[in-house]
Each structure stands twice: as structure tokens, then as C-alpha cells.
């Protein structure tokens, strides 16, 4: 029975193509604050996003519907993944009991929309969906609203 590539080596495959397009991302031996984060989190990132923030650093960038947070472990980047879940104290208290990690925003439709690893719905490899969310229904009424899936996994959404 064939097997695609690991999880590594997908994360590996990615960076190479986002670098060729002139994003910077580049490794790194070790990225403390990722275990520190995880510690404030309904659960550990899922493996494929994992393997990107532990062994990479890189500003925010664009990639389809979602800008996704930095990780270059400066705990004041206004952009920085380990900040911006947290930035929002209303909005970070209402996805995080709801099971949700924002890993970054929207770019298409309402921009303050949060994208978000469902934490809900865990797949095949230990994967969870990434989704749109509506701020608005969450900063309004303590209420979770999926926009829409954009994809069944983290790694998919690299693809």
C-alpha cells in the first residue's frame, strides 16, 4: 500500500513553494512559545500546523481566504500568532471555549472575520478542519457562526 508523504515532509514541500513566490520563511532549531501557547489552548495544534510553527518562523502572510498569523516567537509583533489569539479578549474567550483557534483572518468578505482551526471535529492524522467564523455573532452575542469550512484540514489547506 503507497503512502503520500509525512507530515514534515509536506510542511517541507509548502515552505519551498511559499518561498519560491518570495515568502520568507525560514527554519528554525526551536520555538519555545509554540509549547507555551499550546498550554492556553483548548488542545494542541494539529499536526500539520504544528510541524510548520515549530520548525519554521515567518511574518503574516497571505494565502487564499485567510491571512495568516506571524511566528517569529517576538511576543509583541503586532501580528504574531501567539498575541493576535489573545488580542481580542471578547472575541479569544468566545472561540476558545467554543473549541476554535484563530490562526489568522480573513481576506475575502468581512476582514476581521477570524479563521480557525476547529477543534470540535478532530479527522484522519489527528487534523481539524480550518474555518471562517463570524466576529460579528461572536462579539455580539457570545455566539459561535462558521462561515464556511475552508477546508477539512490544515494540510489539505496547504495542498
Known sequence: MAT?????EAIDTFVARMNALSVAIRPISAAPWIGELEVRLPR????SFR???TRYAFA????????LFANEGEPTGEDELARRIFAD?????VLLQAGYVQIGMS???AFYDPVCLDMNER???GEYPLVRMDHEVA???DRIRVVRRIARSFLQFIS
Open 123 to 125: 479527522g484522519r492524522g
Open 89 to 93: 479578549r471578547t472575541l479569544a474567550t
Open 44 to 47: 494542541p495544534f494539529p499536526p
Open 107 to 109: 481576506v475575502d468578505g
Open 51 to 53: 510541524s510548520l510553527v
Open 4 to 8: 503520500g508523504p509525512s507530515t514534515d
Open 139 to 141: 462579539l455580539q452575542f
Open 60 to 67: 503574516a502572510f497571505d494565502l487564499g481566504p485567510a491571512h
